[in-house]
């Protein structure tokens, strides 16, 4: 049952849980528990440059970390640029309220946050009427960076990641006053 395992964390990137691995396989949950932990064990002891981790409920294989600087490149992303650039906005300017992501980057980032939530890169607690949204640790290890060293390589995706109605209204305050006020003045 290891190599089933095994094939189905290979080709599931973003990981499983025990129980969709058990569902797939139609095997005890317990069996496949225990087979998780062999299989991880099994990695560690022949010091592969893959690993088997353990991410909350999920399973999944990932680069050893003192080897990732020189697969970094090689990786391609498995996130959509527009979920990676409403990532990047949470990660730089978090905590930050829902409603402010939103804003930024409009309606479709309800659909990156739920990814998101789901995946375990972010989580959320009410806060008012809406959420104030964080980065996890889940988001650090897939990065292979700290927060804080990430914050600053995230800097100029989390500005190009405002729409350009907020790029507009920060850039050009003085235009959209005079056509404002032009609008007014032909309408009265």
Known sequence: MKDMIEALLFAKTRGMTAEEIRKILKKKKEAVENNLKDLKGEYERRNSGIIIVSEGEKWRMRIRNDLVDYAVDLVPMEMKKSVLETLSVIAWR?????????????NKAYEHIKMLLEEGFVEQEPFGKTYKLKVTPVFEDYFSKKKKEIKKDLKETAEN??????KEKKAHP??????EKSIYETNS
């Open 94 to 106: 978090g905590p930050i309220k829902q409603s402010t992501v939103i804003k930024i980057r409009g």
């Open 174 to 179: 003085v235009e959209k006053q005079e056509a």
């Open 161 to 166: 990641a405002e729409t350009e109605s907020e």
